[in-house]
Nanobody, 120 residues
Framework: VQLQASGGGLVQAGESLRLSCEASGSFSSVDSMAWYRRGPGKQRELVATVTSAGFTNYAESVKGRFTISRDNAKNTVYLQMKSLKPEDTGVYFC???????????????WGQGTQVTVSS
């Protein structure tokens, strides 16, 4: 099982970016998917989550600017980021709870991280 994140880059404050993360490999079901980030010198923090039913939750710092969504047919989660600020700079990680074939429970998997840098 692998999570492959993409879409990071260097932008100026006020601009937008869209991150993608696709789950691939052998699994039977995907539950919640999420994006986390780790800013320079900071702890990793939760940015947004989306359940299999499409319910979403956001960190206060990104509400109204970021939108998380998913395409269940593609096992992919997206993070649309608008009005980016320098404090949004960091490595963004995707996370997904996946049930492998033959398993009765979900395990948590992480993507490799993608760098987002917002210049002022």
């Amino acid at each position: 099982v692998q999570l492959q994140a993409s879409g990071g880059g260097l932008v100026q404050a006020g601009e937008s970016l869209r991150l993608s993360c696709e789950a691939s490999g052998s699994f039977s079901s995907v539950d919640s998917m999420a994006w986390y980030r780790r800013g320079p010198g900071k702890q990793r923090e939760l940015v947004a989550t989306v359940t299999s039913a499409g319910f979403t939750n956001y960190a206060e710092s990104v509400k109204g600017r970021f939108t998380i969504s998913r395409d269940n047919a593609k096992n992919t989660v997206y993070l649309q980021m608008k009005s980016l600020k320098p404090e949004d700079t960091g490595v963004y990680f995707c996370n997904a709870d996946l049930k492998r074939h033959g398993s009765d429970w979900y395990d948590s998997y992480w993507g490799q991280g993608t760098q987002v840098t917002v210049s002022s």
